[in-house]
C-alpha cells in the first residue's frame, strides 16, 4: 500500500524540500499552506501530490483539509509540523504582544491542531497507528539572543512532542520532534549574512543544505512499526549551538 504524509508550511524550505524528497520516493504526499501557487510549485506537478491550501491556525480549516486528505487516500500514516514564523532579533520590552501571539498561533498552536487532527485519524483508522513528527529547533534547547517568541514556541513544542508520545502509545502512533539548526531555508538564510551573537558580535554562521533535513526525516518515516526517533538534532556542524552563549 502507497504511504501518506502531510506537510505543513509545504510550500517553501524544508516544507518543499521534504514534500518532493517523499514525491519522489513514492509517497503521496498533501501539501499544506496558506499559498496555492507555491503549494504547486514544490508539488510539481507530480500525480501523487495533493494540493491543500489553508491557514493551520484555523481549527475547522485544519479539519476540512484533514478530511479531504482522508477521502482522497483512505488512510494517513504520517504528518509532519512543519509550518512556522519568526520575529526579528529584539530583547522582550521592544516585542508588541500580539506579535508575540502571532508566533506562537503558527508554531504552537498549528502544531496542536493538525497533531490533534492526526491523532484522531490514526487512531480511528483500521490498522490503526501513524506517526506525527513535529519540527523543533536548536532553540527548543538554547536560544539566540532577542528570540523570546521564537525560543518559547519551540520549547513548547517539545512539551508537545513529549506528550504525544506518551499518550499514543496505547493507539500505536509514534512521536518524534526534528531540531534543526542552520538550514539553507528562507526563514534561516540571514544566518549565512550575520546574525547577532551571544557575545554581542555579529557574525555569519555555517550553513548546511535544505535536504539534509529531508533525508533525516525520510528516515525517521522508514523506520518499522515499534521503532520510533524521538528527538533528533540535525545541524550545521559548525553553527555555534554547543557551547552557545
Not at 114 to 139: D, H, L, T, V, Y
Not at 207 to 230: E, I
Amino acid at each position: 500500500m502507497t504511504k501518506t504524509i502531510l506537510v505543513t508550511g509545504a510550500g517553501s524550505g524544508i516544507g518543499r524540500a521534504t514534500a518532493r524528497l517523499f514525491l519522489a520516493n513514492g509517497w503521496r504526499v498533501g501539501l499544506i499552506g496558506r499559498r496555492a501557487d507555491a503549494l504547486s510549485d514544490s508539488a510539481e506537478a507530480h500525480p501523487n501530490a495533493l494540493i491543500l491550501q489553508g491557514d493551520v491556525t484555523h481549527a475547522a480549516t485544519v479539519e476540512a483539509l484533514f478530511d479531504r486528505a482522508m477521502n482522497e487516500w483512505g488512510r494517513l500514516d504520517l504528518v509532519f509540523n512543519n509550518a512556522g514564523r519568526n520575529l526579528g532579533a529584539n530583547t522582550i520590552d521592544q516585542i508588541a504582544p500580539d506579535d508575540f501571539r502571532a508566533v506562537l498561533d503558527v508554531n504552537v498552536t498549528g502544531v496542536f491542531l493538525c497533531a490533534r487532527a492526526a491523532f484522531a485519524r490514526m487512531r480511528a483508522q483500521n490498522p490503526q497507528g501513524g506517526r506525527i513528527i513535529n519540527n523543533g529547533s536548536i532553540s527548543a534547547h538554547a536560544p539566540r539572543p532577542g528570540s523570546i517568541a521564537y525560543t518559547a514556541a519551540k520549547h513548547a513544542v517539545t512539551g508537545i512532542t513529549r506528550t504525544l508520545s506518551l499518550d499514543g502509545r496505547p493507539f500505536n502512533i509514534a512521536c518524534g520532534q526534528i531540531d534543526i539548526g542552520n538550514a539553507m531555508s528562507g526563514m534561516a538564510d540571514r544566518m549565512a549574512k550575520g546574525v547577532p551573537q551571544a557575545d554581542g558580535s555579529i557574525k555569519p554562521e555555517a550553513m548546511m543544505d535544505v535536504s539534509v533535513v529531508a533525508d533525516t526525516l525520510f528516515h525517521m518515516a522508514s523506520l518499522p512499526d515499534g521503532a520510533n526517533v524521538p528527538f533528533v538534532t540535525v545541524m550545521a556542524t559548525n553553527m555555534p549551538f554547543i557551547g552557545r552563549g
